[in-house]
């Protein structure tokens, strides 16, 4: 063949020179890439900001162990629901039906408790139960008979509460018992407390350790030693100071404990289970998933029954709380808890997300209605203030990843 | 400055994330000229096509390029589109419900004082503009969506010349077109440069760029590898350049053993799903030998997708006949009855139903066996890494690493992945819908040699394709489907011409004709 030009394949050191060129001078897109890379890390730091801010508008008072563990209390109900809203954002479809649901369940556990003065033991075993079916009701309805789950649970939105209110007539079932009040009141003994601390770090730090044995093995990119040592010092300061805090005042409290071990539970699930795979893969692609031979309405019925049985627990910590069960109970939580995810970095189009991502989103939710009510701001500016936050996040989260 | 070139691009250098994807390429037009852009899967053609065309803004790449000699840094597709250079990309870009005319003139509508949309003109524009393309057959008032594939890949074209184009990209565009479209599309082009338009085609269909290009650029790895005349070179010529090395066999039979029939499909009947009343495929029998490659040959839309996707119970409508494996029926009810059954597919439409694009090269294709690989509940993720290792290596995927998302593939190694998935459970049949389609030279031979690699550990393979001479190429027996009934299965032997089959297809022989020289 005779060349046109010359064969003016360009030397390997030009090119790396051009493409080290215009790293100097585009700033601007690097600084986008590694903002949507560490999206969580961004989301810390803006929890950050906002606890200095209600610190330094509170002289303090914001970050006193006392409060601080109240507001993790707050936080741990929404985050709850956050733990199983997040799959069902995942796999594609939304729920709204649980802010009714966890009413209804939560009045359920106070009506066994009160009129049927039940074992606390079989109580949680019915509601958990209640919720699972309820949430497989869902299911059915999204996947055989493909309903759009925004319809389906919509109308679980109506449903439930018109349940609840018949069953309670409308009134508040109290006072509850002293076993079920301890759900929500009672602490892990400080040396509890150090002990799962210390188990925490310890599974982490070996599980990273593994996956850079394995990484390597498998001639995939092992990322320097300094920086999972440095993302190790990370873990541990921010493990233990949790402790410390919760400490400092009466221990750990039990939902908070329990949305450590969803966290925990939930992120294995997420990522080293087939079940959790296949939400991914139904939420990316459905059609290629089915194609590939998964039972893809079993996975999407499974998802709500998950999103059910936090319902579940979210209901009896709610009614632990209150010490009673109320007609009333868990209004609008659904959109707190959608909010929570969204905010997390959970992506509505489905097939990405992280449970840790949504219950960072919970917290900063968790964290905006503790100051603000600290600082005495009106019930209506603090809705104001939330949807506004909910947008920017979600804008920032558009803004920052890229066109395609 | 005056310039001989309408276009010249010069050391164009592109990296994601650090794996670099173009190592400093040139390519040269000359105004009204087409040149033939070619290269193996994953060589960097559609990505220095989105170089040029915007996709990919300025200052994210490295190099230059010169519009008319004046440098070019276009932010977006629309400063690329402004000078006019409009790219049709690989994988479709219309809005099925909006009607042609919407479609054509989409961000563009032209309105009237009151500021609502001039339908009228929209649609006097957009027939008029049909019918210059000799395209008079397509109303602009209806949606798209009820034009198959081809006829859509016009309506871009159309779109695309709305834009009032100087230079057109064409990224591969045939592969989902018929025979008769794409020289409906080949004979447009001629037209467009006979007006003065340039243009860049790509494609893995080395006879349409014999026909269609002036100058031929060659690509590999990322690499320029030279530029010529097309009149200089020969098919053989560019696959040498393309590969590396000579090829000159492209299809590479081997001697294989069949065995009894496996799989009997009786009188397979499938409705569509919207129109009840229309039989998409109407009652069609026929039978498969272990080891035996089954070619299905029959024009786009003959109802040839729609067969096998019954077979594989994923056909959306309702269908009915009988389907019998080892002489038992079996009822196959989804596709996950078909896996467990020993069938896979691979379907025709990659990007709707092969790939969860944000899903990892790896995680796709372990996607389909992902059940057996859990160890105490949860997958055993050595495993899972080295089977997909495995995968990989197996089939040449070319990627930076498995967990790459699959979405950032080229073309050709998605379609390799997904091959890779349907392989996982070790299927006794597997049905391959367009294997080929937008796959490499060197590639497609690699999928061959698997082809017959699998025949021989006794697999049996069904494979539905538009491209005769690989029909013929590889297949031991060949059906015939046209409107949906069967018009022909014939042993493949070397009386069997693309003639014969494609007589088959178009006109309605009876078929006892037929069978007096097929084979029982
Ligand atoms: N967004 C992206 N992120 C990472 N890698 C990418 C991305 N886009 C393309 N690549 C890589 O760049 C290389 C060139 O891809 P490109 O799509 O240009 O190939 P191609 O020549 O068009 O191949 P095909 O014929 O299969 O379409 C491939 O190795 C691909 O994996
Ligand atoms: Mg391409």
């Known amino acids: ?404 | 400055m005056t310039s001989p070139y309408l276009l010249e691009m010069r050391g164009i250098t592109k990296d994601f994330a650090g794996v670099v994807a173009l190592g400093g390429i040139d390519l040269r037009v000359r105004e009204g000229e087409c040149v033939g852009l070619c290269g193996e899967n994953g060589a960097g053609k559609s990505t220095m096509m989105k170089v040029l065309s915007g996709v990919h803004p300025y200052g994210s790449w490295g190099g230059e390029i010169l519009w008319r000699g004046e440098p070019l840094r276009a932010a977006s597709v629309r400063d690329t589109e402004a000078v006019g250079i409009v790219i049709i990309h690989q994988e479709l870009m219309l809005v099925p419900q909006l009607s042609v005319a919407e479609n054509i003139f989409l961000g563009r509508e032209p309105h009237n004082a009151a500021g609502l949309i001039d339908f009228d003109r929209m649609y006097i524009e957009s027939a008029r503009l049909l019918a210059e393309l000799r395209m008079g057959h397509i109303d602009p008032t209806q949606p798209v969506s009820r034009y198959g594939g081809g006829q859509q890949q016009l309506i871009e074209i159309a779109r695309a010349l709305s834009k009032d184009a100087k230079l057109l990209i064409l990224d591969e565009p045939t592969s989902s077109l018929t025979s008769t479209e794409t020289a409906t599309l080949l004979r447009l082009v001629h037209d467009l440069k006979a007006r003065g338009t340039a243009c860049v085609y790509i494609s893995h269909k080395l006879e349409e760029i014999e026909e269609i290009a002036d100058t031929v650029t060659v690509i590999r790895d990322g690499r320029f590898v030279g530029e010529a005349p097309m009149g200089e070179l020969t098919r053989a010529d560019i696959i040498r350049l393309m590969v590396g090395r000579d090829m000159s066999n492209l299809f590479p039979r081997e001697a294989h053993e069949i065995g009894d029939t496996i799989l009997q499909a009786v009188g397979i009947t499938c409705l569509d799903p919207d129109n009840p009343a229309r039989r998409r495929v109407d009652d069609v029998s026929f039978s498969v030998r272990r080891g035996e490659i089954l070619g299905i040959a029959g024009l786009v839309g003959s109802g040839r997708t729609e067969l096998v996707s019954a077979i594989f119970g994923a056909w959306p409508g309702s269908h009915s006949g009988e389907i019998l494996l080892d002489g038992r029926p079996v009822r196959i009810r989804t596709p996950r009855d078909a896996v467990r059954l020993g069938i896979c597919m691979v379907p025709e439409d990659r990007k709707h139903h092969g790939i969860v694009p944000g899903l990892a090269v790896g995680y796709n294709i372990s996607l389909s066996v992902l059940g057996d690989l859990t160890r105490g509940g949860l997958i055993d993720e050595a495993r899972e890494l080295s089977d997909i290792d495995a995968a990989i290596s197996r089939l040449r995927i070319k990627t930076a690493s498995p967990l790459l998302p699959i979405a950032n593939l080229s073309g050709g190694n998605q379609q390799k992945a997904v091959i890779s998935k349907m392989l996982g459970p070790n299927p006794r049949i597997l049905i391959l819908d367009e294997p080929t389609r937008g796959v490499d030279v060197g590639a497609k031979y690699e999928i061959y040699k698997l082809i017959f690699a699998l025949v021989r550990e006794g697999l049996s393979i069904i494979m539905v394709s538009s491209e005769l001479p690989e029909v013929l190429g590889i297949s031991d027996r060949v059906l015939v489907i046209g409107e949906g009934r069967l018009r022909g299965d014939f042993v493949n032997d070397e009386t069997l011409t693309q003639e014969r089959i494609m007589a088959a297809a178009i006109n309605a022989q009876p078929i006892s004709e037929l069978s007096a020289v097929s084979h029982s």
């Not at chain 1, 890439?33 to 906002?50: D, E, M, N, P």
């Not at chain 1, 039940?118 to 309903?147: D, E, K």
């Not at chain 1, 006072?175 to 188990?199: E, F, K, N």
Request: proline share 3%; with cysteine.
């Open chain 1, 1 to 404: 063949m005779t060349q046109g030009p010359p064969p003016a394949a360009i030397s390997p050191a030009v090119a790396e020179a051009a493409i080290g060129e215009r790293r100097r001078t585009f700033r601007a897109e690097h600084i986008k890439t590694l903002f949507s890379r560490y999206k969580i890390l961004a989301l810390l730091v803006a929890i950050a900001l906002l606890w200095a801010l209600f610190a330094h508008a509170t002289d303090g008072d914001f970050l006193t162990a006392r409060n601080l563990s109240n507001l993790l209390r707050q936080m741990a109900i929404t985050g709850m629901l956050a733990c199983g809203m997040v799959f069902v954002i995942i796999a594609g479809e939304i729920d709204l039906s649980v802010g009714s649901l966890l009413g209804l369940l939560g009045g359920i556990s106070a009506i066994l408790d009160v009129q049927f003065h039940l074992p606390l033991a079989l109580n949680i075993a019915i509601v958990v139960l209640a919720g699972g079916l309820v949430g497989a009701f869902n299911g059915y309805w999204v996947a055989w008979l493909r309903v759009p789950s925004f319809i389906v649970t919509l109308a679980g939105l109506l449903a439930f509460r018109g349940i609840l209110l018949g069953i309670t007539g409308g009134v508040t079932i109290a006072p509850v018992s002293r076993p079920l009040v301890a759900v929500a009141q009672s602490y892990l003994p400080t040396v509890a407390g150090w002990i799962l601390a210390a188990l925490v770090f310890a599974t982490l730090a070996t599980t990273q350790m593994m996956s850079r044995r394995k990484r390597a093995a498998f001639n995939l990119a092992v990322p320097p030693l300094w920086a999972d040592l440095a993302r190790l010092a990370v873990y541990a300061i921010g493990i233990f100071g949790f402790f410390a805090i919760l400490d400092a005042y009466r221990g750990v409290p039990l939902p908070v404990l329990v949305v450590i071990v969803l966290l925990g539970v939930l992120t294995v699930m997420a990522r080293r289970t087939v079940f959790g795979r296949r939400i991914y893969a139904i939420g990316g692609n459905i059609e290629a998933t089915r194609l590939s031979g998964v039972n893809v309405q079993m996975v999407k019925l499974l998802v709500f029954v998950l999103m059910g049985v936090m319902a579940a627990l979210a209901g009896i910590s709610t009614t632990a709380r209150l010490a009673a069960g109320s007609p009333s109970a868990g209004s609008l939580q659904e959109l707190d808890a959608i909010a929570s995810c969204i905010i997390g970095g959970t992506s509505m189009r489905g097939g990405a997300g992280t449970v840790f991502g949504a219950l960072t989103g919970a917290l900063i939710m968790a964290t905006l209605d503790n100051g603000m009510s600290m600082l005495g701001v009106d019930t209506y500016w603090q809705m104001i203030v939330k949807g506004g936050i909910l947008l920017l996040a979600v804008w920032l989260d558009v803004a920052t990843t890229s066109r395609r």
